[in-house]
């Protein structure tokens, strides 16, 4: 009983613990006429004399984050042309907006301003001539600026715009690909990238391509819960790239979620060789190790995420919770003291366990 309690409170923590935040640094995303409509206060950017001199223009898209009374605490550039971001940045900074609200209790927001600087002589500003050249490239520059801000409807657009111009633009594919997985169309992301594999083109598709295509294969097979293909296509994709980390966590997640627990573990200790400093790792393959049965291990493990984050809240907890299921119950104890520190209520969970 102790142990079936153990796998599942490891494993509903750590197989969610790629990219995810906690309720506290959760930041509500609006969409740029949301912010429009909520600014109470709005400043417009100054037209650098150096711009203007070298005849650069266009429009500035700035990623803010706005605290909960409404100020802007970070702003960061995410397109734009490099002599006009600096004023943009400047403008966006000393906007002011309505506090929002969520649950009744003030949160942060973020989104995206945009800053337009155009030129008054009638002559083409570098992007439009950018766009001259090479319309495709300038559809995924954009789509790429909707795709980082969480338009997904806009990115998903430019991206498809980008593929008609030029069909065997195979980047543009991934891209639209990656922003369907974004917007939770998973099928549809499986879709466009396993097509664009099938592509013929006149020159052969280098292993940037092909690496991203299998990876966004992977990826929405992975949330398809097919996880045998998934696991095919980020094997193939980590023989091409055997020191990318976040290929092989993920190779590691479907193995285990595959059932492959076994093959999971050297996956595991390779993403451990890559980043010997994420706590993360040992936290996991100690759930694996858990599953198998080897509670020494899993209690080495443990030890081990702990004393690379010795914050690690759910590591302690599980280190408590093995050290139960093995009748050691002073260490038992000692870890429920360490995590009522740090998390009350996971303390009281093992604390009730100790006491069965």
Not at 84 to 89: E, G, H, V
């Amino acid at each position: 009983m102790k142990l079936t309690i153990v796998v599942s409170l490891l494993f509903s923590i750590s197989l969610a613990q790629a990219g995810k935040k906690s309720d506290a640094e959760i930041v509500v995303r609006k969409s740029e006429g949301e912010l429009e409509r909520e600014a109470i206060k709005k400043v417009e950017s100054n037209f650098p004399p150096i711009a203007k001199a070298a005849r650069a223009s266009g429009a500035v898209k700035v990623e803010v984050t706005i605290d909960e009374v409404g100020k802007v605490v970070s702003a960061r550039a995410v397109s734009g042309h490099p002599l006009l971001r600096d004023s943009a940045l400047a403008a966006a900074r000393q906007w002011k907006f309505k506090p929002t609200m969520v649950s009744g209790k003030p949160a942060k927001v973020g989104g995206i301003l945009t800053f337009n600087f155009v030129l008054d002589d009638g002559k083409k500003s570098e992007a439009e001539e950018r766009e001259n050249l090479d319309p495709s490239q300038a559809r995924l520059d954009r789509g790429t600026a909707f795709l980082k801000s969480n338009r997904y409807d806009e990115a998903i657009a430019e991206f498809r715009e980008a593929i008609r111009i030029k069909p065997d633009n195979l980047f543009a594919h991934y891209k639209l690909g990656l922003a369907y997985i974004e917007a939770s169309r998973y099928s549809e992301g499986e879709s466009t990238c396993e097509g664009a594999l099938k592509i013929a083109r006149e020159e052969p598709r280098d292993e940037f391509d092909l690496s991203n295509l299998l990876v966004c294969v992977g990826e929405a097979k992975y949330r398809l819960g097919k996880y045998d293909e998934a696991v095919n296509a980020f094997k193939q994709v980590a023989e091409m790239t055997p020191e990318a980390f976040d290929v092989h966590i993920r190779l590691a997640h479907a193995l285990i979620l595959k059932g492959s627990n076994e093959e999971a573990i050297p996956a595991l200790k390779k993403c451990l060789a890559l980043e010997p400093k994420n706590a993360n790792v040992p936290y996991i393959l100690a759930g694996v190790y858990l599953i198998q049965g080897r509670l020494d291990d899993v209690v080495t493990n443990l030890k081990s995420a702990i004393n690379l984050n010795p914050d690690f809240a759910e590591a302690h907890f599980g280190l408590g919770m093995a050290y139960s299921a093995i009748g050691d119950k002073q260490a038992a104890v000692k870890e429920y003291r360490t995590l009522k520190k740090l998390a009350p209520q996971l303390a009281q969970q093992l604390l009730s366990n100790i006491n069965q």
